[in-house]
Structure formats: C-alpha cells, structure tokens
C-alpha cells in the first residue's frame, strides 16, 4: 500500500472509531469500504501508536464463551490530552479534554481588559491554559494541542486573524504568537465556526450532513457544514453572516463598513439605537443595559419595543437569505442572547417563512440550543483533538506493508 493510501485510510479509520466510540474490527471494513487485509494492518499500527484500544464487547464475559472473546476497538483517552478555549467580550472559557472527547476540567477566568494585543492575549491565555491544567493535575507540557475560537475574519488554517473585535489591530498571526508564548500547537479559528465543530462532534448536528449554525451573542457569526464538512471559503472569510448587507449605506458597523446586519440586531446595535432614539436602558455595563431594554419591550414600552421589533425583521430576513441560498436541513440558533427570544420569537420566524422560496415542502427546521461558553470552548476543543489527531498520525510516517 502507498504512503499516501496508508496516511488516508488511517485518518479515515481513526475518524470511524472516534464516530462509533466502539466498533469491531470486520464492521469498519464495512463502513469505511477499506479492505479487511489493510483494516487489520492499519489498526494494528494504531494500536501500536496507543492512539486506540481493545476493549471487551458489550455483554461479553470471559467465560461466556469458548474461544478469544470477542472486543470492539476504541479511541485510548489517555493517548493525548487538548484544550480549548472560547474568547468572549470580557473573558477566556476554558475545557480541558482526553482523546477520546471526556471533559476533564473546565474554568473561567477574565481579561484584563475587552481589546487587547496579541502578545497580551498570549500571556494571559497561557496563565488560564495553567490554571485549567493544574484542575486536571497536569501542566501545560501534558496538552498536545490548543484550540482558540475568537470572534472576527479568520483564515484557520494559517491560524491568521484579519479582524477581531478582540484584537487591537488587523492582520495578526495569532496562533503563532500564542503558541510561541505556550510551547504548545495552537490551532485558532472563527468562535461560530467551532460552535458547528461542536454540534457536528458531540451536538444537533451529530445525524445531519447540512447545517448551518447562527450564533447571537456581542456580535452575530454563522457557521456551515456541508456534506459533513464544515465550509471556511477560499480566503477563510466565508460564513460572516453578521457582515452580509440587509441596508445600502445603512448602519455603521464595527467591522468599519456600512449596512450589516450586525449593526441592527447586536448589542451594540441595539443600544446604539435607543440613544439615537431617546432611549434610556439605565447606566452600567453592556449586557445589564441590554436586558434593560428587552424587558421594557417585554413590558409595552412602545419605544423599546420598536427598536426590539426592528431587529427582529432585520434577523428575519437575514435568515430568509441562508435558506434561499444554502436550503440547509437544519439551522440551529446559538449563543449568550438565547436566552432572550427577541431574535428568535414565533414572529420572527413566521417572518422568515414568508421570505423564502415556497415549494410544496416543509421549510428548514429552526431549533434553539442555549450553549453556555464553556460548551463554546468545547468547539475549540473538538478542532484541536482534530488536527493533533492528524498530527499523532503523521508522527506515524509513511512505511509501506
């Protein structure tokens, strides 16, 4: 077998078994169409490597029957340990999980200050990669690997961050200078695009090939998964669903264009808004004004409400443009502002169903899953348990039969 074949059906096979959590031997063949010759060859070289591991089949005793007893393999947990972290407005959410996907520990800690730079950033995630450790008993040197999701334009494979309301300034080799501050692989990506990594890995989105993520929190970002794969575009800006246009030379954006959808239905946009109008949501912090202002709507004040109502029609017809573009299976409406249904109410999206195409089927469901960050963070750590899976099967090389 060549070394390329071998290097493919490693990662396929492994993929296979993370997916089952136990399957046996002659049941991948079936399911990944690989020879039995090269499935029994290629897991024992995995087997090997501790990246899996025999385990007794299910209602199997040792004296149950005669012969070997039958076993099914699995992912090894102890094989590699990953973290992941979710950057917020004001904080880092953190999680700390083995191979096989088991949450290990998971902690929160705050930033010093909502935009920083990227050496700044460095060192305080590398206190909180301690902190999350030392939870578990380990120390930094036992993670094999980091996953960052962070708001703004990404390219996730260079681990490049073009814009982040995070970030003091554009155009920032993120991972690089994080993993230069920690010793350790870190793997930085869109937050929305690792909020689909984790419905695809351990969430709604486990039984469907075609989804699409929304997420609501400071700002709003999209995640795709197409055929099971999650799409990023060409130049890693795809999927910024905040950033699509709904109003020409509308609303100023904090990305520094005009007409986003962002600055109509986000925090920022929504108070932006009641001080344009007269509106006082009272003093404090951001989210505190937020939930001021929705409960006023709650309550019949007529202004607040038609700021609230407003934001609504623009999120409508946002989605009403998802599902006339990508006709997805299932959308899944996620994040901190789920826990008010503004965006999300019957009007909305009774709204949203009047602007998509009709055909004589049922349209895209829309479900809501309220992910607190560290499930957030978890996304960040089912990308990083991806790519050092990829990583452990490298060091593996390319040895023919």
Same mark, same amino acid.
């Given at each position: 077998?060549?070394?390329?074949?071998?290097?493919?059906? *490693?990662?396929?096979?492994?993929?296979?078994?993370?997916?089952?959590?136990?399957?046996?031997?002659?049941?991948? +063949?079936?399911?990944?169409?690989?020879?039995?010759?090269?499935?029994?060859?290629?897991?024992?070289?995995?087997?090997? +490597?501790?990246?899996?591991?025999?385990?007794?089949?299910?209602?199997?005793?040792?004296?149950?029957?005669?012969?070997?007893?039958?076993?099914?393999?699995?992912?090894?947990?102890? +094989?590699?340990?990953? +973290?992941?972290?979710?950057?917020?407005?004001?904080?880092?959410?953190?999680?700390?999980?083995?191979?096989?996907?088991?949450?290990?520990?998971?902690?929160?800690?705050?930033?010093?200050?909502?935009?920083?730079?990227?050496?700044?950033?460095?060192?305080?995630?590398?206190?909180?990669?301690?902190?999350?450790?030392?939870?578990?008993?380990?120390?930094?040197?036992?993670?094999?690997?980091?996953?960052?999701?962070?708001?703004?334009?990404?390219?996730?494979?260079?681990?490049?961050?073009?814009?982040?309301?995070?970030?003091?300034?554009?155009?920032?080799?993120?991972?690089?200078?994080?993993?230069?501050?920690?010793?350790?692989?870190?793997?930085?990506?869109?937050?929305?695009?690792?909020?689909?990594?984790?419905?695809?890995?351990?969430?709604?989105?486990?039984?469907?090939?075609?989804?699409?993520?929304?997420?609501?929190?400071?700002?709003?970002?999209?995640?795709?998964?197409?055929?099971?794969?999650?799409?990023?575009?060409?130049?890693?800006?795809?999927?910024?669903?905040?950033?699509?246009?709904?109003?020409?030379?509308?609303?100023?954006?904090?990305?520094?264009?005009?007409?986003?959808?962002?600055?109509?239905?986000?925090?920022?946009?929504?108070?932006?808004?009641?001080?344009?109008?007269?509106?006082?949501?009272?003093?404090?912090?951001?989210?505190?004004?937020?939930?001021?202002?929705?409960?006023?709507?709650?309550?019949?004040?007529?202004?607040?409400?038609?700021?609230?109502? *407003?934001?609504? *029609?623009?999120?409508?017809?946002?989605?009403? %443009?998802?599902? %006339?573009?990508?006709?997805?299976?299932?959308?899944?409406?996620?994040?901190?502002?789920?826990?008010?249904?503004?965006?999300?109410?019957?009007?909305?999206?009774?709204?949203?169903?009047?602007?998509?195409?009709?055909?004589?089927?049922?349209?895209?469901?829309?479900?809501?899953?309220?992910?607190? %960050?560290?499930?957030?963070?978890?996304?960040?750590?089912?990308?990083?348990?991806?790519?050092?899976?990829?990583?452990?099967?490298?060091?593996?090389?390319? %040895?023919?039969?």
């Amino acid at each position: 077998m060549a070394g390329l074949q071998r290097s493919v059906g *490693r990662r396929v096979l492994l993929q296979q078994i993370r997916h089952d959590e136990a399957v046996p031997r002659i049941d991948l +063949a079936e399911k990944t169409g690989i020879s039995r010759a090269t499935v029994t060859t290629i897991t024992a070289e995995l087997l090997k +490597a501790g990246l899996i591991e025999e385990v007794a089949r299910e209602g199997e005793t040792s004296g149950s029957k005669r012969g070997r007893p039958k076993v099914d393999l699995k992912i090894r947990g102890a +094989a590699r340990i990953v +973290a992941g972290v979710k950057i917020s407005h004001r904080s880092f959410s953190l999680v700390l999980i083995d191979f096989e996907g088991n949450l290990l520990a998971e902690h929160e800690c705050e930033m010093s200050a909502p935009t920083l730079s990227a050496e700044d950033m460095a060192q305080e995630l590398r206190d909180g990669v301690d902190a999350l450790a030392a939870l578990a008993g380990k120390s930094r040197k036992d993670i094999s690997g980091v996953g960052v999701g962070i708001a703004g334009v990404v390219d996730a494979p260079e681990g490049f961050v073009h814009w982040s309301p995070s970030l003091n300034r554009r155009n920032v080799a993120l991972a690089a200078t994080i993993e230069a501050a920690m010793g350790v692989p870190v793997f930085v990506d869109n937050d929305a695009n690792l909020v689909a990594v984790a419905e695809k890995s351990f969430g709604l989105g486990r039984a469907v090939s075609d989804f699409i993520v929304v997420t609501i929190e400071a700002g709003v970002g999209m995640g795709i998964v197409i055929g099971g794969e999650l799409y990023r575009g060409t130049r890693g800006c795809g999927a910024e669903f905040g950033h699509t246009k709904v109003h020409l030379e509308g609303a100023l954006c904090r990305c520094g264009q005009r007409g986003c959808l962002e600055a109509y239905v986000a925090d920022y946009a929504l108070l932006r808004e009641a001080s344009v109008a007269g509106f006082d949501p009272q003093a404090g912090r951001q989210a505190e004004r937020v939930v001021a202002l929705l409960s006023a709507a709650r309550e019949g004040d007529a202004l607040a409400r038609s700021i609230v109502e *407003r934001a609504g *029609r623009m999120f409508a017809m946002g989605l009403a %443009n998802i599902v %006339n573009i990508f006709d997805p299976q299932l959308i899944i409406l996620a994040g901190e502002q789920m826990q008010f249904d503004h965006l999300y109410a019957e009007e909305v999206i009774d709204e949203m169903k009047k602007s998509i195409v009709q055909i004589d089927k049922a349209p895209p469901e829309v479900v809501i899953h309220k992910w607190g %960050n560290l499930m957030w963070a978890k996304g960040g750590a089912a990308y990083a348990l991806d790519r050092v899976s990829d990583l452990a099967l490298e060091e593996l090389g390319d %040895n023919a039969d």
